[in-house]
């Protein structure tokens, strides 16, 4: 169905067609939110649960078209209904596993804890289901070329989706040092204009702005509307996981703030439409180093608080002035939600004990996980809550972190040992 979609300002309410392919307010410069007639479609909630069913248990036949099987466009009417199914570039993307924590949740009094292992996607983070969303809006627009600024996995998804249309260019802006070496050889190897520049996270997205000013460049940093409309499926693939149950509580890794609110605008249609039937609460979890949202959470919101952010080995949320904070702070109140944040030792445990118990996930996931057990110690969660935690992406895109975590002398470190070639020398380190 066409022209269900428009973008509204999220301050001063101004709206603007969505193929205007804006990313700010053209009034006031703020935030803008893609807004859709749901409702159009005359269906009631259990006849979208139905749909939704049907197609993902679909057999993944030679003739499917890649989409048919992604976790993302499988809820395409919620998506982005105005793109035509002939738009679509998918890779697919979504459609990740939800594990049980098992013994992993035990250990932290978490009897029903799950981890929405966004890892698995083709880039090996969330971030894919956003970029499917933004390249295939790009493309309908007619942009040739697409930018962002990123810690490292946005510049990932964002060069393998460009990857896929050929002719169009992406640009990765990069703080220079400061993301993994595996992330920044996922641009390169996809062919992006990668660009490494003497500063931070914030000062690259500043930069990523002025660029996409001046030039016909699409701007797909999370501050895009439509890129984020792709990361509302991770809330609502979790609730089909579950099979139609909604989690106590979704908790989310914060660093720009996109995810979170994402994860919390998807809801709030699947209330509105009756999909679901009660709202989770959320939690959003900052590493101490780079706190802000998490600074201004305990002032109540009523200072949007900006840092210097601090080195992390949460690289990837090393972020001072999240971009999505009015968004963020929208679903936090909402949702009954609550934003916490956890020291360096914290999220460095949680990433080796999650790895430990053979989940492959990142030390920003860790944040949340550790976020997750501190709210728990603190009786915020209780021992019986169904918790879904996100795990926003795969452990070996930080595999020099988790070297240097087992070589070093952290609580749970499981060291290499060099020995002589020989058997006696092997009987003797197994004691
Ligand atoms: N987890 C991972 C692995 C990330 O890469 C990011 C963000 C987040 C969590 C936080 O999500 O920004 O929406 O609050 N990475 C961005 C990037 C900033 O450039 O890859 P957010």
Same mark, same amino acid.
């Given at each position: 169905?066409?022209?269900?979609?428009?973008?509204?300002?999220?301050?001063?309410?101004?709206?603007?067609?969505?193929?205007?392919?804006?990313?700010?307010?053209?009034?006031?410069?703020?935030?803008?939110?893609?807004?859709?007639?749901?409702?159009?479609?005359?269906?009631?909630?259990?006849?979208?649960?139905?749909?939704?069913?049907?197609?993902?248990?679909?057999?993944?036949?030679?003739?499917?078209?890649?989409?048919?099987?992604?976790?993302?466009?499988?809820?395409?009417?919620?998506?982005?209904?105005?793109?035509?199914?002939?738009?679509?570039?998918?890779?697919?993307?979504?459609?990740?596993?939800?594990?049980?924590?098992?013994?992993?949740?035990?250990?932290?009094?978490?009897?029903?804890?799950?981890?929405?292992?966004?890892?698995?996607?083709?880039?090996?983070?969330?971030?894919?289901?956003?970029?499917?969303?933004?390249?295939?809006?790009?493309?309908?627009?007619?942009?040739?070329?697409?930018?962002?600024?990123?810690?490292?996995?946005?510049?990932?998804?964002?060069?393998?989706?460009?990857?896929?249309?050929?002719?169009?260019?992406?640009?990765?802006?990069?703080?220079?040092?400061?993301?993994?070496?595996?992330?920044?050889?996922?641009?390169?190897?996809?062919?992006?204009?990668?660009?490494?520049?003497?500063?931070?996270?914030?000062?690259?997205?500043?930069?990523?702005?002025?660029?996409?000013?001046?030039?016909?460049?699409?701007?797909?940093?999370?501050?895009?509307?439509?890129?984020?409309?792709?990361?509302?499926?991770?809330?609502?693939?979790?609730?089909?996981?579950?099979?139609? !149950?909604?989690? @106590?509580?979704? #908790?989310?890794? %914060?660093?720009?703030?996109?995810? =979170?609110? $994402?994860?919390?605008?998807?809801? *709030?249609?699947?209330?509105?439409?009756?999909?679901?039937?009660?709202?989770?609460?959320?939690?959003?979890?900052?590493?101490?180093?780079?706190?802000?949202?998490?600074?201004?959470?305990?002032?109540?919101?009523?200072?949007?608080?900006?840092?210097?952010?601090?080195?992390?080995?949460?690289?990837?949320?090393?972020?001072?002035?999240?971009?999505?904070?009015?968004?963020?702070?929208?679903?936090? !109140?909402?949702? @009954?939600?609550? #934003?916490?944040? %956890?020291?360096?030792?914290?999220? =460095?445990? $949680?990433?080796?004990?999650?790895? *430990?118990?053979?989940?492959?996930?990142?030390?920003?996931?860790?944040?949340?996980?550790?976020?997750?057990?501190?709210?728990?110690?603190?009786?915020?969660?209780?021992?019986?809550?169904?918790?879904?935690?996100?795990?926003?992406?795969?452990?070996?895109?930080?595999?020099?972190?988790?070297?240097?975590?087992?070589?070093?002398?952290?609580?749970?470190?499981?060291?290499?040992?060099?020995?002589?070639?020989?058997? @006696?020398?092997?009987?003797?380190?197994?004691?």
């Amino acid at each position: 169905m066409k022209g269900l979609s428009s973008l509204k300002c999220v301050a001063c309410g101004a709206s603007f067609p969505l193929a205007e392919a804006r990313t700010a307010c053209l009034a006031c410069g703020s935030l803008l939110d893609v807004v859709s007639d749901l409702h159009a479609f005359g269906r009631t909630g259990s006849a979208w649960q139905d749909l939704f069913d049907r197609r993902r248990a679909a057999p993944h036949s030679e003739a499917s078209r890649p989409f048919e099987t992604s976790g993302v466009w499988r809820f395409r009417e919620h998506v982005l209904p105005d793109l035509p199914e002939s738009g679509i570039v998918s890779k697919p993307e979504g459609a990740t596993r939800l594990y049980a924590g098992g013994a992993l949740g035990e250990e932290l009094s978490l009897a029903r804890l799950f981890l929405k292992h966004e890892g698995e996607n083709p880039t090996l983070s969330f971030k894919d289901r956003g970029m499917t969303v933004g390249v295939s809006w790009a493309r309908a627009c007619g942009f040739q070329t697409v930018a962002c600024a990123s810690t490292g996995d946005t510049s990932a998804a964002l060069a393998a989706y460009a990857a896929a249309v050929p002719g169009m260019r992406a640009v990765v802006l990069l703080p220079q040092g400061k993301i993994t070496d595996e992330q920044l050889s996922q641009a390169l190897a996809c062919g992006a204009t990668t660009l490494g520049l003497d500063t931070d996270f914030d000062g690259c997205m500043r930069l990523v702005a002025e660029l996409t000013a001046a030039r016909p460049v699409f701007l797909l940093n999370s501050k895009n509307a439509v890129r984020i409309e792709g990361q509302k499926t991770i809330g609502w693939e979790a609730v089909q996981d579950l099979g139609w !149950r909604v989690p @106590d509580w979704i #908790v989310v890794p %914060v660093g720009n703030a996109g995810n =979170l609110s $994402a994860i919390g605008k998807g809801l *709030r249609e699947w209330l509105d439409l009756g999909v679901i039937g009660k709202k989770p609460r959320l939690a959003g979890i900052q590493a101490s180093a780079a706190d802000p949202f998490y600074q201004s959470y305990r002032k109540g919101f009523s200072e949007r608080v900006t840092r210097v952010a601090d080195e992390t080995a949460a690289s990837a949320i090393r972020i001072g002035a999240p971009v999505s904070h009015p968004k963020a702070e929208r679903e936090i !109140r909402f949702f @009954d939600g609550v #934003v916490e944040s %956890v020291t360096e030792t914290e999220l =460095l445990d $949680a990433f080796a004990l999650a790895n *430990r118990h053979g989940f492959a996930i990142c030390p920003n996931s860790a944040v949340a996980l550790a976020g997750a057990a501190k709210l728990r110690q603190a009786g915020a969660i209780k021992k019986d809550d169904l918790v879904v935690v996100v795990a926003t992406a795969h452990a070996l895109k930080f595999s020099g972190t988790m070297s240097r975590y087992h070589r070093g002398g952290g609580r749970l470190a499981n060291p290499p040992r060099l020995l002589p070639a020989t058997l @006696d020398a092997i009987l003797a380190a197994l004691g």
